[in-house]
């Protein structure tokens, strides 16, 4: 077996999930970086590297794998990780408001809801895979675990209940300590939002420039765009009601007004920001009626295209 210089198999490396290890040891001066993954992370070679160089990690649990045995190949009288955490007593709990689905590939159509999320947590010792290739040549530890179970208690007959098993290897002692690593975990959807706007909204995977370092400059232009309208997304849900002109100058929002309104007479103040962000997706195709929801990515990218075409014709016209 050839291992490479972190000591990870060749074999782990040709699968898509080594990623995750090729990429864990980036650390920032004088900062704690934590690193939060999904449940293709979910694998013992990953625990481990994170104990091994220091490094803090939550990953979501996707292997309810046999926990606390006595010895590598026990079979009897184990308990697995959910009913381990099952037994465990509730340490708190918060409400959340769940968004409504609609019918899609992947979900089920759902109302919306305020939903109850129970909080457990505690610690468990983690085995080593039986069918580690690393055991023809080491002895494997046991890694030291704790758990955060978030869950629902009560959903709505016919709904599926929301779940997370969150792993780290940082200390959970308290429900406080527990809620952290669950806001953490939900900032990865920031992440997700943002590459989907330069996925699917800016389309960089269907850019052709021949030429890889203009490829880099092409991206690195978009990034600043996706993380603009990425920023006007976000606030536009969590602070709908702030002026718009915190973010969005007067040769933008001025013309996006006159232009949604069909009328030659502005507002003596700003609009908001949710407001303003409603009428850019607007531009792009948002028909904006009471079910639809908030704008999605895509309508929000082709408004602001145009909307940067209605602002220069509007600056011409001003400076004639």
């Known amino acids: ?7 990870i198999s060749h074999q782990l490396e040709e699968k898509e999930s080594y990623r995750w290890l090729k990429n864990y040891s980036v650390q920032l001066p004088d900062t704690r970086v934590v690193t939060v993954c999904d449940r293709e992370a979910d694998m013992y070679d990953f625990l481990k590297l994170g ?3 220091g490094s803090p990690f939550v990953v979501r649990a996707s292997v309810n794998r046999a926990v606390n045995k006595k010895s590598l190949y026990a079979e009897k009288d184990v308990l697995k990780l959910w009913d381990f955490m099952g037994q465990k007593r509730c340490k708190g709990s918060y409400k959340i408001n769940v968004p409504s689905k609609n019918n899609k590939r992947n979900s ?6 305020v939903a109850k999320i129970g909080i457990k947590y505690g610690d468990f010792r983690l085995s080593p895979p039986r069918n580690n290739i690393k055991h023809r040549t080491e002895t494997l530890p046991d890694l030291k675990m704790h758990a955060v179970y978030a869950y629902e208690i009560n959903p709505p007959k016919g709904v599926k209940p929301l779940e997370w098993m969150l792993l780290t290897n940082l200390p959970v002692t308290s429900f406080a300590d527990a809620s952290e690593k ?5 900032l990865r959807w920031r992440i997700e939002t943002y590459f989907k706007v330069l996925k699917s909204g800016l389309q960089i995977e269907e850019c ?4 890889a370092d203009k490829l880099v400059k092409f991206i690195a232009v978009m990034s600043v765009v996706a993380w603009k309208l990425f920023m006007l997304t976000l606030i536009a849900r969590t602070d709908p009601e702030i002026s718009c002109e915190i973010f969005i100058d007067r040769q933008h929002w001025m013309p996006l007004y006159l232009e949604i309104h069909k009328n030659k007479k502005l507002p003596k103040r700003a609009p908001t ?3 303003t962000v409603r009428w850019i997706a607007m531009l792009g195709g948002f028909l904006g009626r009471a079910g639809d929801g908030d704008p999605g990515i895509t309508t929000l990218w082709r408004g602001w295209k145009r909307l940067n075409d209605i602002s220069r014709g509007w600056i011409l016209a001003q400076s004639t």
């Open 1 to 7: 077996m050839k291992l490479n210089e972190k000591g």
């Open 51 to 53: 104990d091994d160089i």
């Open 108 to 113: 089920i159509k759902q109302s919306s809801r």
């Open 182 to 186: 669950v806001k953490w975990y939900c």
């Open 208 to 211: 052709r420039l021949g030429d």
């Open 273 to 275: 920001m949710g407001n």
